[in-house]
Each structure stands twice: as structure tokens, then as C-alpha cells.
């Protein structure tokens, strides 16, 4: 029998022997084997069957592993792919998900729909449209000419060892194309909002941008013409431009958290350092008056990133405060406290229901203490410092300045300029 498929389906139902054999003879083993004899047939191992691979539909199992697939039927998955390996069949081996068809259809119970088609077979998948003959052809009566008959015989093709390539039918296309353009496609919020057509909006940011660059211009004062007064002063111009830096007040208490030692670091590096390590490390004493220098990054109209860096000044005493000038509480931003209100004593406001209601408080704390019962109607935002986890100390200051960017825009917008 000429198809191996058959001869092997026949073989196991009639259970007829299946040997094997290589260059040196008869062997017992599939592994070492090159020929498998069925029947009285001999095929070599690797010789292509009819039986079609589902994920691929024109690629085909190998003899080799089709027998294997059968001969460990009742295996367990992980031994059938050992013996795969070892086969040699490890890319050619039938799969686990597929074994049980071609067990099924060996042993007689499935169907034939997983075949390829022979040669003789037609080409056309089972379904399609059958192609009408010719007119010519179907004319009664009519008599073959000797170029009908050379066209007949060479569209017929060949017997071969190989599969015929698959050739569509006109017919299988023009239906193809008929349903395809009655084909609904699904579509969901996303593809809605992307759409189909790319817009390219840089000459609306383009025109915005200069827009606003004039509008921020007219917002300083803009460019001094001749008719309006004389500049004044350098230096008075300078004293006003550092009289608008922000102010935060932080507790001078030896036990707080945040002190002048560590407040730099912490609020500039986003690193948190006891204050003691930080004396230890720096003995000599701090001056009462820091500046901080944060980055901040804007975006313009245009998009074009700007990398600022934003000044504020750190006090821990109302004597320091008092060199910024009579109008120094205008600027103080945000009084860091430790729950205690004799910090508040020489203050501007000493209760401190009031002080935070012109600045913004916050609670320094650790993040495993329990909840100060004193500051619950302080109206203060607790800072809460993990004792050991210095990697969260990046969100902690983030919060932190996201919480005082807040406050400012809202209470004293003009200091966000400074």
C-alpha cells in the first residue's frame, strides 16, 4: 500500500506487526530505527504522512511520529515528551493537545477532515464554490481537438512524492471578497479615541506658545517704554526679589525629627538623616538661616522641558525670621512642629488654631508612632518618616512639597514666582 497513513491505520486495526529496521538490520527500537516495515511495506521514519498539523494547516506529521503518538497512548505527558527526545523527534514529535486525535483516528474513530489532499484529490477546500465547466466543453457533441487533449493532460498533474501546491479557486476568491466587505469591524473606546487619521497639531502649539510668552511678558511688566518713568533702583530691585523667597519655619527643639543639621539634605536630596548622625558628622554648629535650593521641571506651551531651581529659606527661631524684614510673615509659607505648643509662644500668632490658618502645618512624626491626640484640630498634615526604610524617604519629601505647592498656589500665589 503506496499511503503509510493508511497502511498504519490498517496494520493497527488487523494488529499486524510494525518492525523497524536500519542500516545494520533489524532493530528493536523506534529510537535507532530509519525504515518502518507495515505490511510488508517499508517506509523510512521521517517519510511525510497526510495527517495535517491544526496550528499550521499545510504542514504535516512524519511517519516516526505519528507510530510514536500510538505506542504511547496511555502515557503520561511528561514521559511521551521524554520519548519524544529521545526519538529524535523533539521538533517533529505530534502534541499533547493533538495526540488523542491521531490515537483516535488510528484506532478508527475519527474522522478524515484532518487530512491532507493526495494528488488526485482536488485542491479546493471542502466548502467552496464548484467551478463551472466552460462552455466549450459542455457544448454536445462536440469532438476533442488535439489541443483540448494537450491542455487536459497538462493540467493534470503528475503523480509525485510530494503535495500539489495549493492553488485558490476564482470562484473561493470572489466569495472571499464578498465577505470580507460585508465583515462588521468591532471597534472599542480605545481605537474610537485614536481614530484613524494622524493629526499633527505643532502649528496650534507653535501659535499658543507665542501667545503665552507675550502674556507672561505683559504679566512682568513687559519691556519699559520711553514714556514710562525711569527704572528704579538696582539694588531696591535686587532687595525685592529676595524679599520674595519663601520661608519655612522648622522647631528648634533638639529632639525634632527634622532640625538644621539634616532639613538640607532632607529636603534637597530627599534623604532622611538623624539629626544626631548628621551633628556627629558636621560638629560645627549650623547657621540659623539656610537656603534650599529644590529642582523643579515645567513644561511650556511647546513642550519643551525647563529645569528651574526654586529658593526657600529655612529658620528655626523668630531672630533669624526677623532679618528678612517687618514683613517677614508675609513669606512664611510652613511651620514644621513637633506637637508642642511652646514652640509657638514667640510666634506672630501663638495659638496654633490660628497659626495654621495663615500658614501650612506640618507634623513631623515617625511612621510607627501612634496618632498625638493635641494637633487633632491643629489643621496640619502629618509627615510620617519610616525609621529603617530609607528608599520611601523619595515620597515622603515628593508628598511634601506637592502638599506646600498646593497650599501656596492657593493662599500666596505670588511667592510661586520667587
Given amino acids: 500500500m503506496s499511503d503509510p497513513l493508511v497502511a498504519l491505520q490498517q496494520a493497527i486495526k488487523s494488529r499486524s506487526p510494525v ?14 530505527a530509519t525504515h518502518l516495515h ?23 506529521y512524519p511517519l516516526g511520529a505519528i507510530y510514536l503518538a500510538w505506542l504511547l497512548r496511555d502515557a503520561p505527558g511528561a514521559e511521551y515528551m521524554k520519548q519524544a527526545r529521545e526519538s529524535g523527534l523533539i521538533h517533529e514529535f505530534v502534541s499533547v493537545t493533538d495526540r488523542k486525535n491521531v490515537v483516535d483516528w488510528l484506532g478508527g474513530a ?40 494537450a491542455a487536459s493532460s497538462s493540467a493534470t498533474p503528475a503523480v509525485t512524492g510530494k503535495r500539489p501546491k495549493y492553488v485558490p479557486d476564482a470562484a473561493d476568491v ?19 479615541l485614536r481614530g484613524i487619521k494622524a493629526n499633527n497639531f505643532t502649528s496650534i502649539r507653535t501659535a499658543y506658545a507665542e501667545k503665552l510668552k507675550k502674556m507672561k511678558e505683559a504679566g512682568r511688566g513687559g519691556v519699559p517704554s520711553a514714556t514710562t518713568t525711569p527704572n528704579p533702583d538696582a ?15 522648622i522647631s528648634s527643639s533638639p529632639t525634632a525629627l527634622i532640625t538644621m543639621y539634616n532639613v ?15 551633628r556627629q558628622r558636621n560638629p560645627a554648629k549650623p547657621e540659623d538661616l539656610l537656603a534650599i535650593y529644590r529642582k523643579r521641571t515645567t513644561i511650556d506651551a511647546s513642550g519643551r522641558e525647563t529645569e528651574t531651581n526654586a529658593r526657600y529659606f529655612v529658620v528655626d527661631s ?14 512664611v509659607v510652613c511651620v514644621m512642629t513637633t506637637g508642642q505648643a511652646w514652640q509657638f509662644r514667640p510666634y506672630k500668632w501663638n495659638d496654633p488654631r490660628t497659626l495654621f490658618h495663615h500658614v501650612k502645618g506640618i507634623y513631623v512624626t515617625w511612621a510607627n508612632d501612634p496618632p498625638n491626640a493635641k494637633i487633632k484640630d491643629w489643621n496640619v498634615t502629618e509627615l510620617k518618616i ?32 520667587a
Fill in 19 to 32: 518492525t523497524y529496521s536500519n542500516a545494520s538490520g533489524p532493530t528493536p527500537s523506534l529510537q535507532s
Fill in 38 to 60: 507495515i505490511s510488508g511495506t517499508s517506509f523510512p521514519k521521517s517519510t511525510l504522512t497526510r495527517y495535517l498539523k491544526p496550528a499550521s494547516g499545510t504542514d504535516c
Fill in 110 to 149: 475519527g474522522d478524515g477532515r484532518i487530512l491532507a489532499a493526495t494528488t488526485a484529490e482536488s485542491s479546493t477546500p471542502p466548502g467552496s464554490p464548484t467551478r463551472a465547466p466552460s462552455a466549450l466543453h459542455a457544448m454536445p457533441g462536440r469532438t476533442k481537438s488535439r489541443a483540448d487533449i
Fill in 174 to 192: 470572489e466569495v472571499v471578497k464578498k465577505i470580507k466587505s460585508n465583515e462588521v469591524e468591532l471597534r472599542d473606546r480605545n481605537t474610537v
Fill in 235 to 249: 539694588k531696591l530691585q535686587a532687595r525685592k526679589a529676595r524679599n520674595n523667597y519663601p520661608i519655612i519655619i
Fill in 264 to 278: 538640607k539634605r532632607f529636603l534637597e536630596e530627599a534623604a532622611f538623616e538623624p539629626s544626631l548622625e548628621a
Fill in 318 to 331: 523668630v531672630e533669624a525670621l526677623s532679618k528678612f524684614g517687618p514683613d517677614s510673615w508675609d513669606r
Fill in 386 to 417: 519610616d525609621p529603617h526604610r530609607r528608599h520611601v524617604d523619595k515620597s515622603v519629601v515628593a508628598h511634601f512639597w506637592k502638599t506646600l505647592d498646593s497650599w501656596i498656589m492657593q493662599n500666596k500665589p505670588w511667592l510661586m514666582k
